[in-house]
């Protein structure tokens, strides 16, 4: 601003000290209407001068507010284009976590169902005899599907599921070999008998214990008992 009003005080002065000159030369020259002619074209190209640099400083000015203006806008843009940037790492970040950690879960999930090798049944129906009535009322005590194959291997070996199966050396008895095999009374009197209420007796034993139908064969594997 001082720059610009030091371009108009210019102005001022010289149009002073030209107008002195024109009244000076009224009173010392001879033909004074020329001269006057004369300091006034001087007056005038002295005004346009002025003006023209006036003009120049004032557009350059203007192209330097101009330049920081798009730098300034250029920098935010910038800044805006790193921080969409750093975000969608950290999105991509927390995926791949949440990804990993389902994987992870799966994998636990896949492990505690299915210790062991070979296929999952898709029914009951692919067993028979006491078998088939153990998957049943395994389902029924709020077992999955998955959990019957550890059943199955269980009680294979400790029975292979004869409800008669007696082991006349610890006093054993039934399908889930219980000592002694009284303790299947809970369920019903026809305990020695009836492998349905074997099986109930069982399958309440495991709950109770090992949560679980595979958490009763993993000891089983570790310990050779359950």
């Not at 001269?35 to 192209?63: K, N, P």
Request: charged share 25%; with cysteine; glycine share 10%.
């Amino acid at each position: 601003m001082s720059r610009l009003w030091s371009r108009l005080g210019a102005r001022t002065a010289a149009v002073a000290l030209l107008s002195v000159g024109v009244a000076g030369g009224f009173y010392l020259g001879e033909d004074r209407e020329t001269q006057q002619q004369g300091l006034t074209a001087q007056v005038g190209a002295e005004v346009d001068r002025v003006d023209f640099a006036y003009q120049r400083e004032r557009q350059a000015s203007h192209q330097v507010a101009f330049a920081r203006q798009r730098a300034a806008e250029y920098q935010a843009k910038l800044r805006a284009a790193q921080a969409a940037k750093e975000a969608a790492e950290r999105a991509r970040r927390a995926e791949a976590a949440a990804a990993s950690r389902k994987r992870e879960r799966e994998a636990a999930a896949k492990d505690v169902a299915k210790p062991y090798e070979g296929p999952i049944p898709a029914s009951c129906a692919e067993y028979s005899g006491n078998r088939k009535i153990g998957c049943a009322l395994m389902l029924e005590a709020g077992f999955g599907i998955a959990e019957f194959p550890c059943l199955d291997k269980l009680w294979n070996k400790e029975s292979g599921w004869n409800h008669k199966a007696s082991n006349s050396s610890s006093g054993a008895y039934g399908i889930p070999q219980s000592l002694p095999g009284s303790k299947m009374g809970s369920v019903a009197d026809d305990w020695r008998t009836n492998p349905a209420t074997q099986i109930k007796w069982g399958l309440g034993y495991i709950k109770g214990r090992y949560d679980t139908p595979c958490g009763a064969w993993r000891n089983f594997q570790n310990n050779g008992n359950y």
